[in-house]
Every structure is written in structure tokens, then in C-alpha cells.
């Protein structure tokens, strides 16, 4: 299997890729596959049967929300996250939904949308059914997984329908990535661009990273300047924009551009850069906790990781370019694909490691090659981040993606930052565990992780944590 690095880093919504962008993406799905062989015109009635993580969590993580939507015919990567609440208020208020904004059919979200906490379908913890059934009274039943990242499966994790791309440098380790680099003579950026050229043209390849920026770039700028309570029901107060207004001091700005122009003329202290990096992530996972745009990275729990890293490099580094952006995110883009491939970024499959973990190693390799880390240091760089993410647990109080999640990002973006640091003051030869090593022990990490503390809501501070929520 060979993973693009725009299937790792995409644009999207939040607050969840595996439990909203999937299910989304799995309605969206259902009546593709329905409507090759069928008429939708003849369908009288959808039911969504959510098992697993994505039933006990999927409230928090709008499930719910998001399987309305698909179902609707509303595509995540565009549509307007304003109307999200109006559109699913419509919907409970009639009792309708128009499947594909054309079919109308009575749907209840109340009675047509199940949660089954107690049953698990054997391919994977999100896993999903969607049962039509049509006027002549004839049932059909899909069945979906949302194995992490936004990828949905008929299968399950390890058996999945995934982009399987023929790339002339097929990598699907971190040795793979040394070793067309030596037998090649190759730097890091022209293997994985003459791999995204089997794909694309190299202007569509220019586009798509900048798309990805920009929307990084905007997510944080929104986050920062977004006040007042998270919704869910936790109560929890946006804290990014309190940061930020501090950190500004004062200084007027019009917009976005000036805003940026303002961060990088300045030499902040090592305390302002810790709070600056803290900033940048949170204001991504509030925007994310709150259904808003962003860029899903390779998760959107962990969505707020890649962000902070880049955005401070390109702040508060020397002259850094926009091809040096676009070389973050390239990077960055390859070694979650490793872990994607070697082990998992669903959480509901490995807890909190497969998402903060992973994304905190794509930030440290990204990082590492831009200060002029050699491959050899990126994947250094990457091992020492995911090595001291090892056994994180999954455990988001209320199935929210609000606590431990969003502080997590910054901590994960601190680590990212550190473990660049070590990897190129270090000797990669010197190393005594590669990336694969760690890779392999995430994974077998994963399989040995009680299933309480993946995604469930069942285990650690979800279970210690008094909460009352309400619909919000």
C-alpha cells in the first residue's frame, strides 16, 4: 500500500475525523453504492445503527450531526460550517431530510439514528450500518468502518479499501525513505514529489499544499480571535483568544496579512515562543471542537500539532519562504502515511498516541528538515517524538474533543519542537531505536491497550471527571 500525502493532510471539519468526517463520508457512500444499482427515488426510509466507539462517543463527536449531513448531500471539504446548525435544526424541527438535497424522506434524528454502546462489529470500533429500506418494502443494509483520518473501509483497519497508489518509490517505512534516498541520490522533497507526480501535475501538487497552509493559517487566525463556550455541554471556555490578545500587547491590525507581518518582525523571548506555540494550537482544536474548518492532520484531535510547529517556523524562523512551508507539509505528509501503513492514527484503535503521537512525529520530521536535518535526522526526529508518546490513552470526557484533547495539542507541539532540537544536535548513527522499531512497538502498544482507554469515554479522566451535559 502506498499512501498519498494528501490523503494524510486534508482539508476538513471538526470536531472528529474518525467520528464526523468518516461517518460523513460513509453516508455520502451509501447512497453511492445504493444509487449504482437502484433508484434513490425509491427509498422510503434511512436508519444509521452507530456501534462501538462511534456510539459511545459519537454524541460528543457529532455522529449524529455528521451522518445528517452526508446524508444530505453537504460535502465537508466545502461546505459552509455556518449553516451546520441550521441545516440539522431543520431537520429535527420537520422530521425530513432531503437525501442528496432532492429526495425527501421523514426522518427522525431521534428515532432513525441508533446507538448501540453495547455491540461492536467485529472490523473495527467505529463501526457503522446504514439500513434503506424502499416503498416496495425491499431492505438493504451497508455496512461501513471509520478507520481513522478521515478513511472509511467495508472491512476494517488492516483490511481496508485504502488509496493504494503505484508510485514508482513505494514507501512503507521509514527504511524505504533512507534507502531510495542513498540508492538514489535523492534529498527527501524530490522522492516524495516524484511520487505525488505519478498523481498529479506538479501545479496541482503547488495548489493543494497552499490550500492546506492557507486553511492552517485561517483556522488559527479564527481561533485566536473566537471567544465564549465551546459547545457540548462542558462548558469550557475558549482560552486561545485570552493568550493571544496578552501576547499582542496592545499592537492594531486590520487583518490577517498585517497580523502576520506583525509576528514575524519579532524576536521573542524562549517564554514568549512556549506560549506563542500553546496559542497557535489551542485556537486550531477550539476551532475544531467547535465544527469549525480545518485541516485534519493526520486527525482533527491532533489537528492543532502540525499547525503550531509550522507556524512557528514560519514566524519566527529566518526568511522562511513559501517553498519552505509547502517542504513542512511534504514532509510532514510522509511519515504519517509510515504510521498510517506500519500501525494506526485511529484512536478508537490505539489510543491517543495513534493521534497527538503521531502527529507530534510528523511535526518534528517536518521541522528537522527545514532547520537542514538530513533524512536520516527527520526520522530521528520522528521516533524520539512518537517514543515519548507510547501508551497514551484516549480518554475525552463527556466523548467530547475538548478535555484532555485540545491542551494535548500543545503539548504534543512543545514535543515535536524538542525533539527536532535533539535530533539534530544527535547522531543519527549513534541512534539505538529507528522509526519502524517504534512504529512496530505503537502498534503492538495499540493491541495491548485496554479497550477502555480507546475512545470510548469509559476509562481515565472521562471516568473521574464529574459532568453534566447538556445539548448545546
Not at 12 to 25: I, Q
Not at 374 to 400: K, N, R, Y
Not at 431 to 459: C, F
Amino acid at each position: 500500500m502506498s499512501i498519498s500525502i494528501f490523503d494524510i493532510i486534508k482539508v476538513g471539519v471538526g470536531p472528529s475525523s474518525s467520528h464526523t468526517m468518516g461517518p460523513w463520508l460513509a453516508a455520502q457512500q451509501c447512497l453511492k453504492d445504493f444509487s449504482a444499482q437502484h433508484d434513490l427515488t425509491k427509498i422510503e426510509q434511512v436508519r444509521v445503527l452507530l456501534y462501538g466507539s462511534l456510539a459511545k462517543t459519537g454524541k460528543g463527536h457529532g455522529t449524529d450531526v455528521a451522518v445528517q449531513l452526508g446524508l444530505s448531500g453537504y460535502d465537508y471539504k466545502t461546505m459552509d460550517t455556518q449553516l451546520i446548525q441550521q441545516v440539522i435544526n431543520e431537520i429535527a424541527q420537520t422530521n425530513t431530510l432531503k437525501l442528496r438535497q432532492k429526495q425527501l424522506i421523514t426522518f427522525n434524528p431521534n428515532i432513525h439514528i441508533e446507538f448501540h454502546t453495547a455491540i461492536s462489529l467485529p472490523g473495527h470500533p467505529n463501526g457503522m450500518q446504514f439500513v434503506l429500506e424502499t416503498y416496495e418494502k425491499e431492505i438493504f443494509s451497508f455496512t461501513y468502518y471509520s478507520i481513522g483520518g478521515g478513511f472509511i473501509s467495508s472491512d476494517g483497519e488492516h483490511t481496508a479499501t485504502l488509496p493504494d497508489h503505484n508510485f514508482p518509490y513505494p514507501i512503507q517505512k521509514g527504511e524505504d525513505l533512507l534507502r531510495f534516498c542513498n540508492e538514489y541520490n535523492f534529498d527527501v522533497i524530490n522522492l516524495i514529489e516524484r511520487n505525488e507526480l505519478s498523481l498529479r501535475s506538479k501545479e496541482d501538487i503547488d495548489a493543494q499544499l497552499l490550500l492546506l497552509w492557507e486553511t492552517m493559517k485561517d483556522s488559527i487566525y479564527r481561533g485566536c480571535h473566537a471567544q465564549g463556550i465551546l459547545p457540548g455541554g462542558l462548558n469550557v471556555m475558549r482560552r486561545a483568544a485570552k493568550l493571544h490578545h496578552n501576547l499582542m500587547k496592545g499592537y492594531f491590525y486590520e487583518n490577517e496579512n498585517q497580523w502576520l507581518v506583525y509576528l514575524r518582525s519579532q524576536n521573542p523571548t524562549f517564554n514568549d515562543i512556549l506560549q506563542w506555540v500553546s496559542c497557535f494550537a489551542l485556537a486550531v482544536n477550539e476551532e475544531n471542537a467547535a465544527f469549525g474548518r480545518i485541516v485534519t492532520a493526520p486527525t482533527n484531535g491532533a489537528a492543532g500539532v502540525v499547525p503550531a510547529v509550522l507556524m512557528y517556523y514560519y514566524c519566527f524562523g529566518e526568511k522562511v519562504s513559501e517553498d519552505k512551508v509547502k517542504e513542512f507539509l511534504m514532509v510532514a505528509g510522509q511519515i504519517g502515511s509510515i504510521f498510517k501503513q506500519g500501525a494506526t492514527i485511529s484512536a478508537a484503535m490505539g489510543g491517543c498516541q495513534a493521534e497527538i503521537g503521531v502527529s507530534s512525529a510528523m511535526a518534528a520530521a517536518a521541522l528537522t528538515h527545514c532547520l537542514g536535518g538530513s533524512i536520516a535526522h527527520c526520522l530521528m526526529a520522528a521516533e524520539i517524538a512518537m517514543e515519548h508518546h507510547l501508551g497514551l490513552t484516549c480518554d475525552p470526557v463527556g466523548g467530547l474533543v475538548q478535555i484532555p484533547c485540545i491542551e494535548r495539542n500543545s503539548m504534543g507541539a512543545v514535543k515535536a519542537i524538542t525533539a527536532a532540537s535533539l535530533a539534530l544536535n544527535s547522531d543519527p548513527k549513534a541512534a539505538k531505536v529507528s522509526l519502524d522499531a517504534v512504529v512496530k512497538t505503537m502498534w503492538e502498544t495499540a493491541l495491548d491497550m485496554n479497550h477502555k482507554y480507546k475512545e470510548t469515554s469509559e476509562g481515565g479522566l472521562a471516568l473521574h471527571i464529574p459532568v453534566n451535559l447538556i445539548e448545546c
